[in-house]
């Protein structure tokens, strides 16, 4: 059984890096895209961006100044980095294990809110 | 601003069948991309019910099924039941944006 566990700051100030990082337990870490995704009222969910065991990353090109993804020592971890934070960056942030194209098992997710 | 477009809302009395249409263009579903489906009950994760426009992961009932024609998918519930009150969404991927989409979302209320 997989199960992915995320960790991370829940608040932050405007300007400060959001960090989160997420361990994957059970199955294969190989073989698979590992997935940052974000839901907000506003926005609804978007995809953030994602990682392969070798740490080949695709990103949102509307975030993508702003991320980077990682892999994490100890192996079958990743993390997430989005710097510059503002409002608009408050969401529930989920990590996702990408199986193709479709997004198979998820976090419990984080709320991040951004807030002077 | 999604480019997957979905009906706010949908309401159906138990037993009775909705559907739940997922609008796209041909730089994402017209183009081939596979549409997937999620149901997020409240306060809880998103799950996969349907997968690459048909399938279904083991674990989800029949009475759940999706299709696809064109630039357009489909998710029909059938016989609904009250545990199905959750918002649904869409996801493909969109080769102008480069990026994975998902819908605006569908909120299922049963009456």
């Known amino acids: 059984q997989v199960q992915l566990q995320q960790w991370g700051a829940g608040l932050l100030k405007p300007s400060e890096t959001l960090s989160l990082t997420c361990a994957v337990y059970?199955?294969?870490?190989?073989?698979?895209?590992w997935s940052w995704i974000r839901q907000s009222p506003g926005k609804g969910l978007e995809w953030i961006g994602e990682?392969?065991?070798?740490?080949?990353?695709n990103y949102n090109p509307s975030l993508k100044s702003r991320v980077t993804i990682s892999l994490v020592t100890p192996k079958n971890r990743f993390s997430l980095e989005l710097s510059s934070v503002t409002a608009a960056d408050t969401a529930i942030y989920y990590c996702?294990?990408?199986?193709?194209?479709?997004?198979?098992?998820w976090g419990q997710g984080t709320l991040v809110t951004v807030s002077s | 601003q999604s480019v997957l477009t979905q009906p706010p809302s949908v309401s159906g009395a138990p037993g009775q069948t909705v559907t739940i249409s997922c609008s796209g263009s041909?730089?994402?579903?017209?183009?081939?991309?596979?549409v997937h489906w999620y149901q997020q009950l409240p306060g809880t994760v998103p799950k996969l019910l349907i997968y690459?426009?048909?399938n279904r992961p083991s674990g989800v009932p029949d009475r759940f099924s999706g299709s696809k024609s064109g630039s357009s998918a489909s998710l029909a519930i059938t016989g609904l039941r009250a545990e199905d009150e959750a918002d649904y969404y869409c996801?493909?991927?969109?080769?102008?944006?480069?990026?994975?989409?998902f819908g605006t979302g569908t909120k299922v209320t049963v009456l």
């Open positions: 996702a294990r990408a199986h193709v194209t479709a997004y198979d098992y």
């Open positions: 690459d426009n048909t």
């Open positions: 041909r730089s994402n579903i017209g183009t081939g991309y596979e």
């Open positions: 990682i392969n065991h070798s740490g080949g990353t």
């Open positions: 996801q493909s991927y969109d080769s102008s944006l480069s990026v994975y989409v």
């Open positions: 059970g199955g294969s870490f190989s073989g698979y895209y």
